[in-house]
């Protein structure tokens, strides 16, 4: 059963009621709607909380899709903890600092992919920091320079938005898709696009900041030489 994904339309969504319609055989909470984002597209599955009828709580350790089109999610619950009951009314709560962590790097490494654009072929988001890997044929990059001009995108506040297109919209527009290792998932009939105004288009189902003044102040720690035209850029949240 497709799970309604809360966090797709507010990130900031911290905690809702849910009604739980599957147990998983590896321990896993199926409710018919979240604010848990699910492991995917280098961003971590969110942990929580999950409150039993009781009043009881039990830890969420982890979040994951259960199928390959990405359309159920489940709660996979500490090992021993207690699990509720298919049919039961749940409340889950996100743990928000490290959600919205997440939510100004991922936003950050778009802006990264609009100061280097060239192909994405790997990414990893973190609480605090994150990278990004590109196919560049000339390996000339400067830290300092990569810092400025992401600086200098932050310092506009740019809004940050979300809007829907059609996987026939995406086909006629193939240069929206900056990942080479990562797909936008086909077949639902819609694909998510996130836009950073005037800055950054690109189809994402990751959770963002509202505008990018929310990111704060970003460093390059590092860039590494992965493979004859792979650069590996890593960022980090002051």
Same mark, same amino acid.
């Given at each position: ?6 966090? @797709?339309d *507010?990130?900031y969504?911290q905690?809702c009621?849910a @009604?739980?319609?599957a147990?998983t ?8 709607r979240?604010?848990f984002?699910? &492991? ?5 599955g969110d942990?929580?909380?999950? @409150?039993l ?5 039990? &830890?969420?350790v982890d979040?994951?899709?259960? *199928?390959?089109?990405?359309t ?6 500490a ?8 049919g039961?009314?749940v409340?889950?709560? =996100?743990d928000?600092d ?9 936003t ?7 100061v280097?654009?060239?192909p994405?072929?790997?990414g990893?988001? #973190?609480?605090?920091? #994150?990278r990004?890997?590109?196919? =560049?044929?000339d390996? +000339?990059?400067?830290k ?16 940050v ?8 919209? $995406?086909?006629?527009? %193939? ?9 936008? %998932? ?6 998510r ?5 005037n800055l950054?288009l690109q189809?994402? +189902?990751?959770?963002?900041? @509202?505008?990018?003044?929310e990111?704060g ?5 590092g ?6 035209q792979?650069?590996r850029?890593r960022?980090? $949240?002051?």
């Amino acid at each position: 059963m497709p799970t309604e994904c809360l966090f @797709r339309d *507010d990130s900031y969504l911290q905690t809702c009621d849910a @009604r739980v319609v599957a147990l998983t055989d590896q321990g896993g909470i199926v409710l018919d709607r979240t604010v848990f984002y699910a &492991n995917s597209g280098g961003q971590p599955g969110d942990t929580g909380t999950l @409150r039993l009828l009781d009043d009881n709580k039990v &830890n969420i350790v982890d979040t994951i899709y259960t *199928d390959k089109s990405k359309t159920e999610i489940a709660h996979i619950l500490a090992p021993g903890a207690t699990r509720p009951n298919v049919g039961d009314t749940v409340t889950v709560a =996100i743990d928000w600092d490290k959600r919205y962590g997440r939510m100004r790097m991922h936003t950050a490494l778009h802006l990264l992919s609009a100061v280097l654009p060239y192909p994405v072929t790997g990414g990893s988001v #973190g609480d605090t920091d #994150g990278r990004l890997d590109f196919d =560049i044929p000339d390996a +000339g990059l400067d830290k300092d320079a990569i810092a400025a001009k992401l600086a200098e995108m932050i310092a506009t506040d740019a809004a940050v938005s979300s809007r829907w297109i059609s996987d026939a919209e $995406l086909e006629a527009n %193939p240069g929206l898709v900056k990942t080479m290792s990562v797909k936008p %998932p086909m077949g639902t009939g819609q694909i998510r696009l996130i836009e950073i105004a005037n800055l950054d288009l690109q189809p994402c +189902g990751g959770t963002h900041v @509202r505008t990018v003044g929310e990111i704060g102040t970003v460093t390059v720690t590092g860039i590494e030489k992965k493979g004859k035209q792979n650069r590996r850029v890593r960022i980090a $949240l002051a």
